[in-house]
């Protein structure tokens, strides 16, 4: 991804949730890759904003920063990343990668990259928010460390049929593997408490291919794949216009899930809402009440995410009430077998 690109223009992707296995073909050269099918519900806008002396950037995903680039000539390295909190995952929080991160990476077939290193954040103990996990005695402060081990190897190159353009491209084998560590300090003294929260995958596997333009060095599709190379999720370019089914500003408050049906995670996003607490409630097909979670919403489009992964499988239903138990919405979501 050329990241000069990107703070010239905004770049739209979509996502699809649902991709078909035959997308992916073998290693080698001389490759053709059809995602002319793919459909999503709308596009996510990607920029880059230079800020200061040139000399940095703020990787921006629609209005909010995704992470933090240093900028020394072409090249593009991230030093600090924003993402969700763990423990609190209604918070972002800002994390320094040591060493930095080679944003764009650019090779030919054969090549190869690698990363070992660290994501950090220390911030004070949310005293007034609702979190997965809180101790019995309220810490002064969190500490949370990734630790990272990334490798790339470019094993493909040809032709990319997008819904929108075609392009020649070379193929990146990504496998990342991260493990958590969670700490907390009263005083002084730090102790490790990353076993006592719930729902901390201690372990994380994830194994992407990326499929970056040969001419231009920027990702045009990233596809996210599990066990036995089944696509589980794909992010690729396109048109606003061309993937958008719903409005990206609706005129009446809503809500929707996505992706929907789900495995385990799904994001609501809530739109055109008062500022102000509202609860989600998520019952089962008989009306009980099975899961609950206070939102504040801040912004016109808040998106929460609301781990499911421990419901049966099947259909639910999702509604949103304002604090005064007045509802707002109500509509279905449906779990399904991983």
């Not at 979509?14 to 997308?23: M, T, V």
């Not at 040139?54 to 593009?76: C, R, V, Y």
């Not at 930095?100 to 070992?116: D, I, M, P, Q, W």
């Not at 489009?301 to 949103?320: F, N, P, S």
Request: charged residues 25%.
């Amino acid at each position: 991804m050329n990241w000069s690109k990107m703070a010239e223009d905004t770049i739209y992707y979509a996502r699809e949730y649902f991709p078909d296995r035959d997308i992916m073909t073998q290693p080698g050269p001389a490759q053709v890759w059809d995602f002319r099918s793919l459909r999503a519900p709308y596009a996510i806008s990607r920029n880059l904003m230079v800020v200061g002396d040139k000399t940095h950037a703020q990787l921006m995903n629609g209005s909010q920063p995704d992470a933090i680039l240093e900028l020394t000539g072409n090249a593009a390295e991230i030093t600090q990343v924003i993402e969700d909190n763990p423990i609190c995952p209604d918070t972002r929080l800002t994390y320094t990668m040591t060493p930095s991160y080679k944003a764009f990476y650019r090779g030919v077939l054969g090549e190869h990259t690698s990363y070992k290193g660290r994501m950090v954040t220390t911030f004070p103990w949310p005293k007034h928010m609702t979190c997965n996990w809180t101790p019995s005695q309220l810490p002064d402060t969190c500490r949370i460390t990734y630790t990272i081990n990334e490798d790339i190897d470019v094993d493909g190159e040809g032709t990319l049929y997008l819904p929108t353009e075609v392009n020649p491209v070379n193929r990146q084998h990504v496998i990342r593997k991260s493990a958590i560590r969670v700490e907390i300090r009263t005083g002084y003294l730090w102790r490790d408490v990353t076993t006592m929260v719930p729902g901390i995958h201690l372990i994380r596997n994830e194994e992407f291919y990326r499929f970056v333009s040969s001419d231009m060095g920027l990702m045009l599709a990233e596809v996210e794949v599990k066990e036995g190379g089944q696509p589980i999720k794909i992010e690729f370019k396109t048109h606003p216009i061309a993937t958008r089914i719903v409005p990206d500003e609706p005129s009446k408050p809503d809500v929707f899930a996505y992706p929907n049906p789900s495995f385990d995670y799904v994001r609501f996003q809530l739109s055109n809402m008062d500022n102000g607490y509202y609860k989600l409630r998520i019952l089962n097909i008989l009306g009980t009440l099975v899961k609950e979670v206070e939102v504040y919403v801040d912004d016109p489009r808040k998106t929460i995410t609301v781990d499911l992964g421990d419901l049966q499988r099947g259909t639910y239903i999702y509604r949103l009430q304002d604090n005064l138990g007045r509802t707002i919405k109500t509509k279905r979501v449906v779990l399904i077998q991983a």
